[in-house]
Nanobody
Framework: QVQLVESGGGLVQPGGSLRLSCAAS????????MAWYRQAPGKKRDLVAT???????QYADSVKGRFTISRDNAGDTMYLQMNNLRPENTSLYYC?????????????????WGQGTQVAVSS
């Protein structure tokens, strides 16, 4: 199993910045890719940004140039630097990971989700 714990959310004024973190732990053999999603009340969950284990990144058009996704050298902590935040960025932000785990010598490939961290942008 893999546990994903997000942190760094909060209340910020329009134009402000936040840095989200997602720490992965568990019987991890490899993390192929990680991503940030967000979901506002009454709306579907949308992809914000992704990063692979070879550092390939992709972003939703609405956040390009303002958000930056990254991972630490160990590859088990992911970040989302969010600059010039707008009220429409208010959402619950979720961490997602596609990972390989090992248990009793057997390998498993699954997708895992965190519990989310709330971001609110308001004056």
């Amino acid at each position: 199993q893999v546990q994903l714990v997000e942190s760094g959310g909060g209340l910020v004024q329009p134009g402000g910045s936040l840095r989200l973190s997602c720490a992965a732990s568990g019987s991890i053999s490899d993390i192929y890719a990680m991503a940030w999603y967000r979901q506002a009340p009454g709306k579907k969950r949308d992809l914000v940004a992704t990063i692979t284990n070879i550092e390939t990144t992709q972003y939703a058009d609405s956040v390009k140039g303002r958000f930056t996704i990254s991972r630490d050298n160990a590859g088990d902590t992911m970040y989302l630097q969010m600059n010039n935040l707008r009220p429409e960025n208010t959402s619950l932000y979720y961490c997602d990971a596609e990972a390989e785990t090992v248990l009793s010598g057997r390998y498993y490939h699954n997708e895992y989700w965190g519990q989310g961290t709330q971001v609110a942008v308001s004056s």
